[in-house]
């Protein structure tokens, strides 16, 4: 299935190569979840990321448990840091 992925800030590095400046389409099996999407890209799973489907955010504790469908648009946002 394709899924439509958007990295924000620092995490538009892990973007493959030939991607938009901060999009990409993956295509990932059915029944794929947030976390494959993460592991796709290289992201630690650990890291505390918000996380959006469709405009919708996924709490942490859902993504292991948080299924995709197709056509899915996945924005994924660094962890926030203060100062």
Do not use: C, W
């Amino acid at each position: 299935m394709k899924l439509k992925i958007k990295l924000l800030g620092r995490l538009r590095h892990k973007l493959p190569a030939g991607s938009g400046f901060n999009q990409t389409e993956l295509d990932l099996a059915e029944g794929a979840g947030l976390l494959d999407v993460m592991a796709k890209l290289g992201l630690p799973a650990e890291a505390s990321y918000l996380i959006t489907v469709n405009d919708e955010q996924v709490r942490p504790s859902a993504f292991a448990t948080h299924r995709l469908n197709a056509g899915d648009a996945v924005s994924i946002f660094p962890p926030l840091q203060g100062g």
